[in-house]
């Protein structure tokens, strides 16, 4: 095993411990709501647990302010993490019949807290991944994600079923207390911090990078059209006549796989090609995946149709991520890590959220069609920007 490798699989195993107990509260507990009679608006306050995303950049200045002398972002993950085992351990003795309000209350905390570790484990890898190295970091990000996405929205609501609350977040949060002996591995040299104060100046500066105009944009708007088609592909499939348990398998079982699979692919293709090129490939790919979407609509195409183009988009996706993740690290400052990494997530989420309300404002309106069509020509444009504006 190569010392790349080495690494990607190290920080793998991180970026899924943190994020599964997130993709459970987001994709296993609504369906656990709903099994126990909880009402409808009950649930959906419960997506509120994706809210800290957008807030990164308000958690990052202590990061970057409280400098350890040895081991900076290591020792910033290692005590976060135990405040997060301790948290999952919380949660496993409360009660969702007798206290749903706390319940809520402590993952919001809990969800604010994996968000805060997510901030020095990304600056790490920046710290850690050489500038060439960086796309294959994309990629293996893709495949954890993919991974907690199967864990989170699959095998621990299985656990729950079978073996109830308690042990569901025990079992969680042995997963994060075994990932950190993954740190222990993970070299990390102890480069003297720039340790200037943290002011909106700072905040500012970043803004003022060499040729950040067309990267604000690209991570803005590259994303974001299809990852509108991903947020709407069950309730379009449900739409089609197709049965809830054959969606959750093939969008989230199915689709999980094949975004994994897509990781290992942008992995591949990213030693191949240029940045510059790589957004122009992966982005046709996300144009031809809207295509088929739109011919299944305008044509009432099969079942079979229906699983290629959740192929398409799932692939599409993991590619999408792959090559945005990496850049994010390229405009992330030495001096400053953790705050432009902060700053460029949530961006990215924020943008994400606006375009699915936008995408279900045009579909209550004028159907997934016209959806489709809008998020195309969305598409088309932002490829257009980067042919003409995006220079390696």
């Given at each position: 095993m190569n010392q790349l490798t080495k690494k990607n699989i190290l920080f793998s195993i991180l970026f899924t411990s943190i994020l599964t107990p997130m993709i459970f509260f987001v994709m296993g507990l609504p369906m656990i709501l709903q099994i126990k009679g909880f009402d409808a608006s009950l649930i959906g306050i419960f997506q509120l647990a994706g809210l800290p995303m957008i807030f990164k950049f308000l958690m990052s200045p202590p990061?970057?302010?409280?400098?350890?002398?040895k081991k900076h972002y290591k020792k910033w993950i290692f005590y976060i993490g135990i405040f997060y085992i301790f948290l999952l351990i919380v949660i496993s003795f409360l009660s969702l019949e007798n206290s749903i309000y706390t319940v809520f209350i402590a993952i919001l905390i809990t969800?604010?807290?994996?968000?805060?570790?997510?901030?020095?484990?990304?600056?790490?890898?920046?710290?850690?991944?050489?500038k060439e190295e960086r796309i294959s970091a994309g990629s293996y990000k893709i495949i954890a994600y993919g991974t907690a996405?199967?864990?989170?929205?699959g095998v621990f609501l299985l656990i729950f079923?079978?073996?109830?609350?308690?042990?569901?977040?025990?079992?969680?949060?042995c997963f994060i207390?075994?990932?950190?002996?993954?740190?222990?591995?993970?070299?990390?040299?102890?480069?003297?911090?720039?340790?200037?104060?943290?002011?909106?100046?700072?905040?500012?500066?970043?803004f003022k990078q060499k040729n950040i105009g067309?990267?604000?944009?690209?991570?803005?708007?590259?994303?974001?059209?299809?990852?509108?088609l991903w947020v709407f592909m069950k309730p379009y499939l449900i739409n089609k006549g197709i049965s809830a348990n054959d969606v959750a398998i093939y969008v989230g079982i199915y689709g999980s796989f094949v975004a994994i699979l897509g990781g290992g692919l942008s992995n591949y293709i990213g030693q191949k090609f240029s940045k510059r090129n790589l957004l122009i490939i992966f982005m046709i790919f996300n144009i031809?995946?809207?295509?088929?979407?739109?011919?299944?609509?305008?044509?009432?195409?099969?079942?079979?149709?229906?699983?290629?183009?959740?192929?398409?988009?799932?692939?599409a996706i993991s590619l999408s991520s792959a090559i945005i993740f990496s850049m994010i690290m390229d405009y992330s400052r030495k001096?400053?890590?953790?705050?432009?990494?902060?700053?460029?997530?949530?961006i990215f989420s924020f943008t994400r959220i606006i375009s699915a309300v936008i995408a279900g404002i045009i579909v209550s309106n004028f159907g997934f069609a016209k959806m489709f069509i809008f998020e195309l020509i969305c598409l088309i444009i932002v490829v257009f920007f980067i042919y003409k504006k995006y220079k390696d």
């Amino acid at each position: 095993m190569n010392q790349l490798t080495k690494k990607n699989i190290l920080f793998s195993i991180l970026f899924t411990s943190i994020l599964t107990p997130m993709i459970f509260f987001v994709m296993g507990l609504p369906m656990i709501l709903q099994i126990k009679g909880f009402d409808a608006s009950l649930i959906g306050i419960f997506q509120l647990a994706g809210l800290p995303m957008i807030f990164k950049f308000l958690m990052s200045p202590p990061i970057d302010k409280i400098v350890f002398d040895k081991k900076h972002y290591k020792k910033w993950i290692f005590y976060i993490g135990i405040f997060y085992i301790f948290l999952l351990i919380v949660i496993s003795f409360l009660s969702l019949e007798n206290s749903i309000y706390t319940v809520f209350i402590a993952i919001l905390i809990t969800a604010f807290v994996s968000t805060f570790m997510d901030i020095p484990l990304n600056a790490l890898a920046i710290k850690t991944f050489k500038k060439e190295e960086r796309i294959s970091a994309g990629s293996y990000k893709i495949i954890a994600y993919g991974t907690a996405s199967l864990l989170g929205g699959g095998v621990f609501l299985l656990i729950f079923n079978y073996l109830g609350w308690n042990f569901t977040f025990i079992l969680m949060a042995c997963f994060i207390l075994f990932s950190l002996f993954a740190l222990h591995f993970i070299e990390e040299n102890n480069e003297v911090i720039n340790t200037e104060k943290i002011s909106l100046k700072n905040i500012i500066t970043f803004f003022k990078q060499k040729n950040i105009g067309i990267w604000i944009f690209i991570l803005s708007f590259y994303f974001v059209s299809i990852s509108a088609l991903w947020v709407f592909m069950k309730p379009y499939l449900i739409n089609k006549g197709i049965s809830a348990n054959d969606v959750a398998i093939y969008v989230g079982i199915y689709g999980s796989f094949v975004a994994i699979l897509g990781g290992g692919l942008s992995n591949y293709i990213g030693q191949k090609f240029s940045k510059r090129n790589l957004l122009i490939i992966f982005m046709i790919f996300n144009i031809l995946s809207t295509l088929i979407l739109i011919f299944i609509e305008y044509y009432n195409l099969t079942f079979y149709y229906l699983i290629i183009s959740i192929t398409f988009i799932a692939l599409a996706i993991s590619l999408s991520s792959a090559i945005i993740f990496s850049m994010i690290m390229d405009y992330s400052r030495k001096e400053s890590r953790a705050i432009d990494y902060s700053i460029q997530s949530s961006i990215f989420s924020f943008t994400r959220i606006i375009s699915a309300v936008i995408a279900g404002i045009i579909v209550s309106n004028f159907g997934f069609a016209k959806m489709f069509i809008f998020e195309l020509i969305c598409l088309i444009i932002v490829v257009f920007f980067i042919y003409k504006k995006y220079k390696d």
